[in-house]
């Protein structure tokens, strides 16, 4: 992603503490968001409980 991206996902991270455009696909089973950027949003992450994370990245 491009430098600007990279700085929009650190802020909304660090106000919302959340990854950026979270969802579940299949509810309870499959999700989608934009990479994590801290502790908080992988905190987040878990809490929503998600066990496995897998990053798919150019």
Do not use: D, Y
């Given at each position: 992603?491009?430098?600007?991206?990279?700085?929009?996902?650190?802020?909304?991270?660090?106000?919302t503490?959340?990854?950026t455009n979270f969802s579940w696909l299949i509810e309870d089973k499959l999700a989608g968001?934009?990479?994590p950027t801290s502790f908080d949003e992988l905190d987040w992450i878990l809490?929503?409980?998600?066990t496995?994370?897998?990053?798919?990245?150019?």
């Open positions: 992603m491009s430098k600007p991206g990279n700085i929009w996902r650190k802020v909304h991270g660090k106000i503490k959340k990854p968001s934009g990479m809490k929503q409980g998600v496995s994370i897998v990053t798919m990245t150019e």
